[in-house]
């Protein structure tokens, strides 16, 4: 069953980079949105940044400038290219996709649809001080 694959996430000091990467292959639905989320342990997941099917991106006040989103040519390969990492960056990477050709690439968790088809399993990133 299609789903996708999160990859990338490690342990770096604050002020570092990573790049996290996430694959929708064999999926049964054409994509049209794409996002990251961000979960730590005890709280609510929260979005990091989203594009839609025309390349329009949003990201979390907290990220921006920091964090940037793309995608390839196919639009099945997602990355959040993250610099100038902080601790308060520590928690669990979420990659979604939305099939939807009216997805909004809303960073609202909720407005995501739900399932492990649209919803991967996370990569950890932790920022040390």
């Known amino acids: 069953q299609a789903q996708p694959v999160e990859s990338g996430g490690g342990s770096v000091q604050a002020g570092g980079s990573l790049r996290l990467s996430c694959v929708v292959s064999?999926?049964?639905?054409?994509?049209?949105?794409m996002g990251w989320f961000r979960q730590v342990t005890g709280n609510g997941r929260e979005g990091v940044a989203s594009?839609?099917?025309?390349?329009?991106?949003r990201y979390q006040d907290s990220v921006q400038g920091r964090f940037s989103i793309s995608q390839d040519n196919t639009k099945n390969i997602l990355y959040l290219h993250m610099t100038n990492l902080k601790p308060e960056d520590t928690a669990m990477y979420y990659c979604?996709?939305?099939?939807?050709?009216?997805?909004?690439?809303?960073?609202?968790?909720?407005?995501?649809?739900?399932?492990?088809?649209?919803w991967g399993k996370g990569t950890l990133v932790r920022i040390s001080s």
């Open positions: 979604a996709a939305d099939p939807r050709y009216a997805c909004a690439a809303s960073l609202a968790p909720g407005n995501w649809p739900s399932g492990e088809r649209f």
């Open positions: 064999g999926s049964s639905y054409s994509i049209q949105c």
């Open positions: 594009i839609d099917g025309d390349g329009v991106t």
